[in-house]
């Protein structure tokens, strides 16, 4: 029986931490998609580096 109420607990528990996951998905999304740009622009500026040293 203690498992059986540990698991509504949990759940519970589980229930909770979603909700302000929910709202900061936003937040979340925002910063990924800057870490996106970020990432994208160092790799073109590289590959820009490199496209000129072959030209070379």
């Known amino acids: 029986m203690d498992k059986d109420r540990a698991k509504p607990e949990g759940d ?3 229930a ?3 909700e302000p996951k929910d709202s900061a998905q936003p937040n979340s999304s925002n910063e990924h998609k800057r870490k996106i740009s970020k990432a994208l622009k160092e790799v073109t500026s590289q590959h820009s580096k490199l496209l ?5």
């Not at 000129?52 to 070379?56: H, R, S």
């Open 12 to 14: 519970t528990d589980m």
């Open 16 to 18: 909770i931490p979603k």
């Open 52 to 56: 000129k040293k072959l030209a070379e």
